[in-house]
């Protein structure tokens, strides 16, 4: 099915360097469809040669930025917002062509990455320093907020838009520029959004993205690792190359905000809401056919409700509809592409040889498409399990049947990582208990949709450090000057 928007100008193939859009010179890399592999565009191909016109661009325009007022600024970044809202069903179309989540949920992206938009160019005019006491006569003591320089946004395929939205939002806002890469499967979205941030004003160079393959994109990050101009990296993927980032900036100590892999789990205890709790795991782990960083991996139910709960999730998982993006009855589409689609077989197979039984799904559709999977529960997992290890990435449940809290606290727990956490109860005491023992970034109580503009995002552990979203996401985006004054008696 041809890809048909209202305004076809948001379909670009070409970086946008310095306030122009430039084509590929030499190698191209092909976009193509995840749901049937056609082949959408072809966008540049970059290496170090662009990563580098980009810095320089974005080097150019940062004394005037930062100067631009405040006001100002989130004038820009508030138009910016406005022409996403008004595009959100050429957007919504892009990325479910793209990166393959059903249409509805696409559009719902692209309202999600305007509320980051829009909450931080209202925050652009907050940035407000602190005037201190002094400690001794005839001084001034005050604390200022600078914008940290030139910012390197890596993003994910996983949230085409929304990820761009809450890493560039907020650089604008504080006063940084700009140079993006987005993921190798999913640029066309990112185009697009470049495109109407040009539209809505963004001087040339403070914006700038190249698009490069997964071979080249160590070339591009490499030339930014290395450049002293580029003073933050903001990373949104998995936790080998969030560290590999860590380590290569060290020498220029440039600040980080990484936002790694999840191994969320979803803990439903015997006095919780069981309706509220299938309606929450469904919602938590089925967006985005399970290709979100804090969708539940690990499913926990205590056991006096776990054949209860196991029989009714059944019902509601077999009856999901599979199918292409496009189709409006879709709710669960093509995964990102073959290496995903392999690694959630290998962890049903795996936790099939290691004594889990299929209640539902377990297969690939191929009469579909080659990407497509079918929205799975697994019973008897355990922590011997990849799929209880690793982040499956994938529409697959799998539960653990748990006696008491002790026992699935330390299972809960017993991660490397730390990025989300679930728990259904209704127990006010047992509540506070839980809450404080899971150790991850974001906690979830009696609650599947978490994310939120206002709210600060973000892991501990080997899920990463910094936060995206609300005062915290801007604060990374600033350093703070002291300034003293004296002689003033
Ligand atoms: C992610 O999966 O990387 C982000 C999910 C979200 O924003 O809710």
Not at 135 to 153: D, N, S, T, W, Y
Request: proline share 7%.
């Amino acid at each position: 099915m041809p890809l048909t928007l209202a305004h076809p100008e948001l379909l670009r193939n070409a970086n946008f360097i310095g306030g122009r859009w430039l084509a590929a010179t030499d190698r191209t890399l092909a976009v193509t469809d995840p749901a049937t592999g056609a082949l959408i565009a072809q966008v540049p191909d970059s290496g170090a040669n662009e990563a580098r016109a980009a810095t320089d661009a974005a080097h150019a325009a940062f004394p005037a930025w930062r100067r631009t007022p405040a006001k100002q600024r989130a004038q820009i970044i508030k138009r910016w917002n406005d022409l996403v809202t008004a595009n959100q069903d050429d957007l919504g179309r892009l990325i479910s062509r793209e990166q393959g989540k059903p249409l509805a949920e696409g559009k719902g992206e692209v309202a999600y990455a305007a509320s980051y938009i829009e909450w931080f160019a209202e925050q652009a005019t907050r940035i407000n320093g602190e005037v201190i006491p002094a400690p001794a006569p005839g001084r001034r003591m005050f604390a200022l907020k600078e914008p940290v320089g030139i910012v390197a946004a890596i993003t994910p395929w996983n949230f085409p838009a929304a990820m761009i939205a809450r890493k560039i939002a907020p650089a604008l806002a504080a006063g940084c520029t700009v140079v993006c890469k987005p993921a190798e499967d999913t640029p066309l979205t990112s185009l697009a959004l470049v495109a109407l941030a040009e539209q809505a004003g963004v001087p040339p160079g403070v914006l700038n993205i190249v698009t490069a393959s997964r071979e080249r994109t160590p070339e591009v990050v490499d030339s930014w690792l290395d450049d002293p101009r580029v003073r933050k990296i903001t990373f949104t993927g998995s936790t080998p190359v969030g560290k590999h980032l860590a380590r290569r900036s060290a020498d220029t100590l440039k600040k980080l905000s990484l936002e790694l892999g999840g191994n969320a789990p979803f803990i439903v205890f015997e006095d919780a809401d069981l309706d509220a709790a299938i309606d929450g795991l469904m919602a938590a782990k089925f967006r985005n056919g399970g290709q979100t960083c804090v969708c539940p991996n690990r499913v926990f139910i205590q056991d006096a409700v776990h054949d209860a709960f196991a029989e009714r999730l059944v019902a509601r998982v077999a009856a999901l509809q599979v199918g292409p993006a496009t189709e409006a009855s879709s709710q669960i589409g093509p995964m990102i592409n073959e290496r995903a689609v392999e690694k959630i077989e290998r962890h049903v197979q795996d936790a099939v040889a290691r004594g889990a039984r299929i209640l539902t799904g377990g297969v690939r559709l191929p009469a579909l498409g080659p990407n497509y999977f079918a929205p799975t529960v697994l019973t008897n997992a355990d922590a011997t399990m990849a799929c209880a290890c690793e982040e499956t990435f994938g529409p697959i449940t799998p539960l653990t049947r748990f006696q008491d809290e002790g026992e699935v606290i330390a299972q809960a727990n017993n991660t490397p990582f730390g990025l989300a956490a679930y728990f259904y109860s209704q127990d006010i005491r047992r509540v506070w208990r839980i809450a404080d023992a899971l150790e991850t970034g974001i906690v979830a109580i009696n609650e599947g949709a978490i994310a939120a503009e206002a709210a600060p995002f973000g892991g501990v552990k080997d899920s990463g450090y910094g936060r995206e979203g609300s005062v915290h996401g801007l604060e990374d985006y600033l350093h703070t000057k002291y300034v003293c004054q004296g002689q003033l008696d």
